[in-house]
């Protein structure tokens, strides 16, 4: 039974991911096509793209601490190690898209801390592994 839902949730997570970047080349395309429908936007041709990736991640985020959480022979603090170690690496993601939407006029350290706490947090989840 464990096996199926790992294989559904491997299957619904390259689902996300694929619509993604499915999305994200037509945004593209589309703009490259009708640059005049985007100069009307108070925001960048992008923007769509960025909040799409922020909720992609969020997704992958809680199907893989759902994956970690269906590990059995795993000891409590090596799995609480590699969900904080998701969440971290889901919080660099958004501060990076932060970053880059703010055209690096805001502090990098949005992605760095949390990027600094991700190797901490998957560095200890390798060591006990």
């Known amino acids: 039974m464990r096996k199926k839902i790992n294989q559904m949730l491997n299957i619904i997570m390259g689902s ?6 499915g999305s994200g080349l037509y945004k593209y395309w589309h703009f490259q096509k009708y640059p005049d429908l985007y ?3 108070s925001a960048p041709w992008y923007t769509g793209i960025l909040i799409n990736g922020l909720l992609v991640l969020v997704l992958l ?5 759902v994956k ?32 880059l939407a703010n055209h690096g006029q805001v502090n990098a350290g949005y992605a760095v801390v949390p990027g600094i706490w991700t190797m901490i947090c998957f560095g200890y989840y390798r060591s006990k592994k």
């Open 68 to 99: 970690v959480i269906l590990m059995k022979k795993m000891k409590r603090i090596p799995k609480i190690a590699l969900i904080l170690g998701i969440v971290f690496l889901t919080l660099t993601f958004i501060g990076v898209f932060y970053v």
């Open 16 to 21: 996300f991911i694929g619509v993604f970047i």
């Open 39 to 41: 100069v009307i936007q």
């Open 61 to 65: 985020a809680v199907c893989m601490i």
